[in-house]
């Protein structure tokens, strides 16, 4: 669901306008402002109504399936606060956090740039008018093919973090050759989700990276770091462009323009969230005042991913089955069984630190006991559990319906509908303004009703929202 002011067939998002629809939609239906489609909503109808009405309409059917409802004035509202605490700081939304193309059409239009990391999402930005000076190709470690892509589409500002890649890049990028950021290895070990042990070159290595750089013809334009995925101590940002300062200093010795710091993301999008978003911008703020101040001829960027998804998207599961387990000393626990797991929009629940629970659609008395429950997802993978530890709910009936807090991030679909053979329907829903819903059926192994996927084998990404 994308939920956004429509005027006159546009979408308008803080003031920038982008059309809806595509020229073959306008083709098929002469005089009409608004893709076939879409239907108008009441007047202050908000996403969650949506969620009840399209659970009641599930539920006097006999296919309930699992969807989700986005609300993209929240993320009109999450680009706001990040520009306004992070004055300085170009936002690159991460794209595989949540791919979905109405997420980035709106992105694209609010003026946000964008971090890929494969040949797959380059595509999908690209295809939707934006320019390759918007795109940073993040990943350090890139298929042959995937940097001939980036190079021959015109991406130039690449991350790399080995030798070896660089050798990898300057045989194979098309002339002339594009711009790099070295990302060097950063504390971590504090952040709910570590990426040094995969990502990162030591300090030390720097220099040597920069000279080899330099002999294989390539131009370094600046550093990048990642304190890792949600950063728990913010003065982990002011140690790193501390460093940054150092690796600047090394690159302009040896030659190098330096002149863009990419302090890439790790800033949680959680509400409430310990440390705030704006502890960490003012720990930010400060470090880049002290050692990159305005007037340096430095950009800032950086690289939010969570921060900008978490609080869009809303998915309703229903209980599509059960089974009660009398454990040792008669204690009494549950297995809930529903029509969506980790290999579907779960991915990254198992690996947060607590259970996010979910919300009942039906109110439930506070009298009701609570038993220890595990929940699974539909395929036949043990492994598909909502979160690894027990959680406690009421006695529920097959058929419940709930709304897990929120969608998460992260969540990429790599190889969903596949795992077991099962065929599991995605109900894409796109509501665009107090006005109008969007929905498409789509079934596993069935042409998408949105046109060709790239072929990249990380799109296998859901088609909801």
Known sequence: MLKLHLAEGLVGVSGVSIPIGNSKESKESPGSTWPKDIIALEPGETAWDVVLKKIKELSDSDCRHAFMVADLDVLASRHQVFRQALPRVSPFYVVKCNSSPWMLRVLAALGTSFDCSSQGELEQVLDLGVAPSRIVYANPCKPVSHIRFASLHGVKLLVFNSEEELIKVAQHQVRPAGSGLVLWWTQDSDSIFPLSSKFGARLEVCEHLLESARDLGLAVVGTSFHVGSRCQTPRNFMKAIVDCWRVFEMGSSIGHDMSLLDIRGGFSGEEGSDPEFEEVAGVINTALAQDFPEGSGVEVIAEPG????????????????????????????????????????????????????????????????????????????????????????????????????????????EGLCHLGAL?????????????????????????NPRGPQPRAMDQYQSVAC
């Open 423 to 447: 065929v599991r329907d995605v109900w894409g829903q796109g509501l665009v303004g107090r006005s109008s819903v969007e929905e498409t059926e789509v079934r596993a192994g069935a042409p």
């Open 306 to 413: 969570r921060f900008y998804a978490t609080f869009v998207c809303t998915t309703a599961v229903n209980i599509i089955a059960k089974k009660a387990v009398l454990e040792p000393r008669g204690r009494r626990k549950l297995l809930y069984y529903l029509n969506d797991g980790h290999y579907g929009t779960f991915r990254i629940f198992p690996r947060e630190s607590e259970p996010r629970m979910p919300i009942m659609v039906k109110e439930l008395s506070p009298k009701l006991s609570l038993f220890p429950c595990t929940l699974f997802g539909p395929t036949c993978d043990a492994f598909d559990k909502l979160f690894l530890k027990e959680v406690q709910l009421p006695e529920l009936d097959v058929g419940a319906c709930w709304r897990p807090h929120r969608r998460p991030d992260m969540v990429r679909m």
